[in-house]
């Protein structure tokens, strides 16, 4: 079974920025939609940006758009999300998502906080 492990989050100011890690082990040979979502404490969990493991053009929500890049390496084993001009809207529980056919793999999430 898939499994996805994350990395990078923590405590950072408002106007810093953070990479998150995400690595995968145990995917079969397919075309997969590569994700980062968020949740906010009492909200729900939305979509921050999409890649596919062929690459393609990459999508955000318009709440980070001209401020994160997702990416992935070569291997299609990791994805990233760099994270610049944080704000502290953008404190949540960040999480990797793997898709495919409608099923859904998540890591474990890790936290970003943004704080004065």
């Known amino acids: 079974q898939g499994r996805l492990v994350e990395s990078g989050g923590g405590l950072v100011q408002p106007g810093g920025s953070l990479k998150l890690t995400c690595v995968a082990s145990?995917?079969?040979?397919?075309?997969?939609?590569m994700n980062w979502y968020r949740q906010a404490p009492g909200k729900e969990r939305d979509l921050v940006a999409q890649?596919?493991?062929?690459?393609?053009?990459?999508v955000y929500a318009d709440s980070v758009k001209g401020r994160f890049t997702i990416s992935r390496d070569s291997t299609k084993t990791k994805l990233y999300l760099q994270m610049n001009s944080l704000k502290p809207e953008d404190t949540a529980m960040y999480y990797c998502n793997w898709r495919y056919n409608g099923v859904d793999y998540w890591g474990q999430g890790t936290q970003v906080t943004v704080s004065s």
């Open positions: 890649i596919t493991s062929l690459g393609g053009v990459a």
């Open positions: 145990g995917f079969p040979a397919a075309t997969w939609s």
